[in-house]
């Protein structure tokens, strides 16, 4: 199971999501974000945990063709994460320009907002599902709230993705056995608060996966 840190932005909670054993880190670029970096900074924290063998994630949100180029030819990351309202065609169009995997996000709360991912089966490589935004807020992700997990078990079970909402060290675990996923994402779940990545949140994340992985 892959997993994926998201919003990092200094070398200490790279460090500790190393030693943690993720394998992947996210790094956002989205101006309205707490957790949003520079080009420049993902690319030092991103080379820093490619050299320890983690995949290096830009998340973006309905990024410009120039933005992503600036993101792309600067930060040199490993997966391009698409985390705004792009089409089947535009995530097929970015996956040709870049040569990289895309893994398409969408916001989840019902079984017809899961149905939307059938329209990008044959263009995305991977899909993440977080919560729908709570009313009023400016983020497309790490609002710190999640879905009904068990909407999931209808998925056909070749379909790889990411489980992403609100998962923290206390409910890990429950979202595990629940949905069973190929991945999960965790961004506010270990934080203090909104950016500010929490080490010891960090480490007790990873224990609790341990545990879950021990259950299963």
């Known amino acids: 199971m892959d997993i994926k840190i998201c919003g990092l932005s200094t070398v200490e909670s790279v460090d500790a999501v190393i030693v943690a054993m993720a394998t992947h880190v996210g ?12 080009a420049g900074l993902a690319a030092e924290l991103g080379a820093r945990a490619q050299a320890a063998g983690l995949k290096s994630v830009a998340v973006t949100v309905n990024a410009s063709d120039a933005y992503l180029d600036e993101i792309v030819s600067v930060m040199k990351p490993d997966i391009l994460q ?11 169009e ?5 040569g990289l995997p895309v893994m398409k996000a969408f916001a989840i709360s019902n079984a017809e907002d899961l149905a939307k991912a059938d329209a990008y089966t044959d263009v995305a490589d991977r899909f ?12 497309p ?3 710190g709230v999640s879905f009904d997990w068990s909407l999931l078990n209808t998925l056909d079970p070749s379909i790889g993705y990411m489980l992403s909402g609100g998962l923290n ?7 595990i056995k629940i949905a069973n996923p190929t991945g999960l994402d965790i961004s506010s779940g ?4 909104p950016g500010i990545k929490d080490l010891e949140l960090i480490a007790k994340l990873f224990e609790a996966i341990k545990t879950a992985r021990k259950e299963s």
């Open 94 to 98: 970015i996956k040709a320009k870049y």
């Open 82 to 92: 698409l985390h705004g309202s792009e089409s089947p065609a535009r995530v097929a």
């Open 141 to 143: 992700g790490g609002n």
């Open 169 to 175: 060290h206390d409910n890990i675990v429950d979202a």
């Open 128 to 139: 993440l599902f977080d919560a729908k935004p709570p009313k009023g807020s400016d983020l």
């Open 190 to 193: 270990v934080e203090s608060a």
């Open 27 to 38: 790094f956002i670029f989205f101006e309205k974000s707490p957790r949003h970096v520079t």
